[in-house]
């Protein structure tokens, strides 16, 4: 059985103790591909000779909204130069959270995020979204896009109106951990509506560890409890769903 992590955060300082033993283990987990996604320049710094060190892993360039405050738009030019390395797969993460008051403006964070699809429909790459309690916005900036970038709506948490439209749009939808929490309710929900073909697993690690280790640090391993928790919503065993999550994942990011 094949899995793809296909949202991770390796370079984290979580993992500093063991990193490296952390992926060693990974095939041995069923783990065979993982989407390390960027947050910040200095992540995009160490991300390129780490993927280059590890086959199994690939990357994604971006910047979060979260770390937009020391940035100007001219920074891009470093997200747009790392584009350019064959084992950049996507443009990501990028996108809106209006969750923390302390974050970077509104009106800032639309800015970058309307400059980097930019960046991923001219390079061709897919994009990976981060959307937290910003489901209108995100939309109404993925629309004026619509019909040049596609990619995944990460950590999905809105409706499945949302969902249904952003499909329409081209992209695929992944859950992780959050899936499997009591009070996932709507997520339950749109996972198991979301057409088969579209959807991905994730971790979001080192965050959101899924029950039954919520509240510790969440790694790629555990993405078989995310796969569990969708085959059971969709009336599936694992064994079956998992190969075509692993498909999913590999033609979202052409690998």
């Known amino acids: 059985m094949d899995i793809f992590d296909t949202h991770a955060h390796l370079l984290d300082d979580h993992f500093d103790s063991d990193r490296e033993q952390l992926i060693a283990s990974l095939a041995d987990n069923n783990v065979k591909l993982v989407m390390e996604a960027c947050t910040d320049l200095g992540y995009l710094e160490k991300l390129i000779p780490f993927i280059e060190r590890h086959p199994m892993i690939y990357g994604a360039a971006g910047l979060h909204p ?11 030019d470093a997200v747009e130069s790392a584009l350019a390395h064959e084992k950049i797969k996507a443009v990501g993460e990028i996108g809106l959270d209006y969750y923390w008051p302390e974050n970077p403006p509104r009106e800032v964070q639309r800015e970058f995020f309307d400059a980097q699809l930019s960046l991923a429909a001219v390079h061709h790459l897919p994009v990976i979204i981060h959307d937290r309690e910003a489901h209108g916005d995100t939309v109404d900036i993925l629309r004026a896009h619509k019909g040049q970038v596609t990619g995944v709506m990460h950590c999905f948490s ?28 709507r997520n339950v929900e749109v996972a198991a509506k979301v057409p088969l073909d579209r959807l991905v697993v994730e971790t979001d690690c080192p965050y959101m560890a899924p029950v039954p280790c919520r509240g510790q640090r969440n790694d790629p391993t555990k993405t078989l409890y995310v796969l569990q928790k969708l085959a059971e919503l969709r009336s599936m065993d694992q064994e079956t769903l998992a190969p075509v999550l692993f498909e999913n994942g590999k033609r979202l990011f052409g690998i």
């Open 158 to 185: 809105g409706s499945y109106e949302t969902a249904k439209e952003c499909l329409d749009m081209g992209f695929y939808i992944g859950f992780g951990g959050a899936l499997t929490f009591k009070n996932a309710k």
């Open 66 to 76: 979260e770390e937009l405050g020391p940035y100007a738009l001219s920074d891009l």
